[in-house]
Each structure stands twice: as structure tokens, then as C-alpha cells.
Antibody, heavy 118, light 110 residues
Framework: QVQLQESGPGLVKPSETLSLTCTVSGYSISSGYYWGWIRQPPGKGLEWIGSIYHSGSTYYNPSLKSRVTISVDTSKNQFSLKLSSVTAADTAVYYC???????????WGKGTTVTVSS | NFMLTQPHSVSESPGKTVTISCTRSSGSIASNYVQWYQQRPGSSPTTVIYEDNQRPSGVPDRFSGSIDSSSNSASLTISGLKTEDEADYYCQSYDSSNLVFGGGTKLTVL
């Protein structure tokens, strides 16, 4: 059974870089599929951040593209998110997900809450 | 870029049928598949419909999806409503380089 688990700091200071990692178990990232990040601000809806193919090619939300980097480490079966120059508007629950097609998330992590505050 | 617009909330009684709409602002709804996700309070989203009208294994056939090119919208229909269906529902679609979620619809089963 495929499982995804997000990890990283729960508190980030404004203007700093948010860094999260998603560890995948039960499936080898190098076998295929896209792997994505989605966030949900408190009380609000879902926002796609970006996706990475197992080979390393990426797609980013145009509204976040200048601040986002997604990378993959197949040796650790992990993929990561970096979001730079964060503000309070970046406070959210961050989910990682497997994208069985790049446009369709079939397995989600439980999510991790990140608060941006000084 | 395009947007997906959903009603903020809908409510219906147990046993009844409810339909949630999702209207695409630009570009044809039929050009790119639509997915629907269910999110119960405090939980991660799960897929109830993918590729317009396909149900993942384990999703009951009370859930169905469709698209209507005339209104440029997609719909999620849930029949035989159960209290456990009470949740937020999000539609989602994409274009060549962007993946978009609707704003979500809160379904109340009362």
C-alpha cells in the first residue's frame, strides 16, 4: 500500500524559505508517475503548488513559479518542496500526493501544518 | 489561466439526490478531464471521480460524474445520500501547464 508522509518545520519566519519533504513508502518513485504538492490555507480551498516527474521534469503553478522549487531524490524515495520569501499568506496545511496522471492525485499524505510568523 | 466555480454550499436530506456543479471560466470543459475530491473535516482529500466519470475502486456507485459542454460545466451527483457523505467536495481540472481546483462546496446532509 502506497503511503506518503510530509515532514518539515511547522514554523517559518517571514521572508525565509519553507522546506518540506515527502517520504514515499510502498512504491518506488523511480518506477514512474508524477509527485505533487498541494496546500490549503486555514478555512480555505485547495491550491496546487507544483509537480515533478520521477525523471525530474517539473510543472509549477504560474502564480507561485518564481518562488517554488520541487526536487526528487530517488535514492531516498523522497521528493521535496522549497518555497522562498514566505509571508503570512503562505500559512497552510501542505499535502504531498502521487499523481497517477499528472492531472489526477490518487494518493495523498496526511498533510503538515506550516505557519509563517515571526 | 482559467477558474472553476462551485456553489459555496448545498444541503439535502438523507436518501435524496444532490448535484454539485463546477463551471469552467474559459476553455472547453470537455478538453481536459475533471476530477472530484471529497474532504471530510480534519482529513486529507480522497478521489471520488476521476477523468470526468470514472470511480476509483471502493467508491460506491452512488457517486457519478458528468460534463455538459453547453454550460461548460461538470457535475458530481450523489444519490441515496448518507450522513457520511457530509464533507467538502472539490472539482479539479487542468490545461497545458496548470492544474486548478474549484473553490469547494460544503455538502450538508440533514
Amino acid at each position: 500500500q502506497v503511503q506518503l508522509q510530509e515532514s518539515g518545520p511547522g514554523l517559518v519566519k517571514p521572508s525565509e524559505t519553507l522546506s518540506l519533504t515527502c517520504t514515499v513508502s510502498g512504491y518506488s518513485i523511480s518506477s514512474g508517475y508524477y509527485w505533487g504538492w498541494i496546500r490549503q490555507p486555514p478555512g480555505k480551498g485547495l491550491e496546487w503548488i507544483g509537480s515533478i516527474y520521477h525523471s525530474g521534469s517539473t510543472y509549477y503553478n504560474p502564480s507561485l513559479k518564481s518562488r517554488v522549487t520541487i526536487s526528487v531524490d530517488t535514492s531516498k524515495n523522497q521528493f521535496s518542496l522549497k518555497l522562498s520569501s514566505v509571508t503570512a499568506a503562505d500559512t497552510a496545511v501542505y499535502y504531498c500526493a502521487r499523481e497517477i496522471r499528472w492531472y489526477y492525485m490518487d494518493v495523498w499524505g496526511k498533510g503538515t501544518t506550516v505557519t509563517v510568523s515571526s | 489561466n482559467f477558474m472553476l466555480t462551485q456553489p459555496h454550499s448545498v444541503s439535502e436530506s438523507p436518501g435524496k439526490t444532490v448535484t454539485i456543479s463546477c463551471t469552467r471560466s474559459s476553455g472547453s470543459i470537455a478538453s481536459n478531464y475533471v476530477q472530484w475530491y471529497q474532504q471530510r473535516p480534519g482529513s486529507s482529500p480522497t478521489t471520488v471521480i476521476y477523468e470526468d466519470n470514472q470511480r476509483p475502486s471502493g467508491v460506491p456507485d452512488r457517486f457519478s460524474g458528468s460534463i455538459d459542454s453547453s454550460s461548460n460545466s461538470a457535475s458530481l451527483t450523489i444519490s441515496g445520500l448518507k450522513t457520511e457523505d457530509e464533507a467538502d467536495y472539490y472539482c479539479q481540472s487542468y490545461d497545458s501547464s496548470n492544474l486548478v481546483f474549484g473553490g469547494g462546496t460544503k455538502l450538508t446532509v440533514l
